[in-house]
C-alpha cells in the first residue's frame, strides 16, 4: 500500500479489500503486473480526483467490474485489439489499457493510442504529475451522476468541439462508449483536410 500512498489521498471512494480469490486468480491470469495485482487486492479500484479517473474493480455493477467493462469494450469499441485490458477511465470515457506490459493511453473517439507506462508503478506516476491532462479534473463538478458517467461533447471533439462546460454533458455506461465507436469508424482512414459529415446513434 506504500506505493500508492499519495495516490490514494485522492480516493473519492472508501478502498476496499477484495475477498473473491477466483477474480483475482482470473486477473492474475491476465495482466503479470504483480503491482497492478496488489493494488486492486487492496483497493478494489474505485474513483479518484473527484470521481474524473475511474479505476475498474471487482463488483456487481457493470460500469464498476473490469471482467464486463472489457467485455463490453470488445464489443462495442471498433479499435478494440485481442491484447488491450483495460484498467480505467478518465472523464470523458477515454481507456487506461494494459498491452502485454505497457500501458496505453486510448482515445475512444480517434481511436489513437499513446504508450505512456511500462508498469502500473510508473503509470501511477505520469498519471500523477499530469493528472489534468489524464483525468479532465477540471470538469469533474459537470457530472450529473457521480458513478456509472461519463462527459462526452455536445459537438464531437474531432469536429472542433470545445473542452468547456457548454459543450458538454453527462451520458451513461455503456452509451458513452458506442458513441464515441460511432464517431471513430466514421472518420477512420479519411485523408487530413477531408470534409465530412458525422451522424451518431441515440
Not at 471487482?58 to 485489439?81: M, R
Amino acid at each position: 500500500m506504500l506505493n500508492y500512498q499519495n495516490f490514494l489521498i485522492h480516493s473519492a471512494t472508501t478502498p476496499i479489500f477484495v475477498t473473491d480469490k477466483t477474480s483475482i486468480n482470473l486477473l492474475v491470469s491476465i495482466i503479470k503486473d504483480s503491482d497492478y495485482i496488489n493494488f486492486i487486492e487492496n483497493t478494489n479500484g474505485g474513483y479518484f480526483y473527484d470521481f474524473s479517473l475511474h479505476l475498474y474493480g471487482i463488483s456487481p455493477e457493470k460500469y464498476n467490474d473490469v471482467f464486463q467493462v472489457n467485455a463490453i469494450l470488445a464489443e462495442k469499441c471498433s479499435v478494440w485489439q485481442k491484447s488491450f485490458f483495460s484498467i480505467g477511465q478518465d472523464i470523458f470515457g477515454n481507456q487506461f489499457v494494459f498491452s502485454g506490459n505497457d500501458l496505453l493511453f486510448l482515445n475512444l473517439e480517434t481511436g489513437e493510442s499513446e504508450m505512456i507506462a511500462n508498469s502500473f508503478l510508473e503509470w501511477i506516476e505520469v498519471i500523477s504529475e499530469n493528472i489534468a491532462y489524464f483525468s479532465g479534473w477540471a470538469f469533474s463538478k459537470l457530472l450529473s451522476n457521480k458513478q456509472g458517467v461519463r462527459l462526452c461533447p455536445k459537438l464531437s471533439f474531432v469536429l472542433g468541439g470545445e473542452y468547456k462546460e457548454e459543450n458538454l454533458y453527462s451520458m451513461p455506461f455503456p452509451k458513452y462508449l458506442q458513441y464515441y465507436s460511432d464517431i471513430e469508424k466514421q472518420i477512420r482512414d479519411l485523408p487530413d483536410d477531408t470534409e465530412f459529415e458525422i451522424s451518431v446513434m441515440d
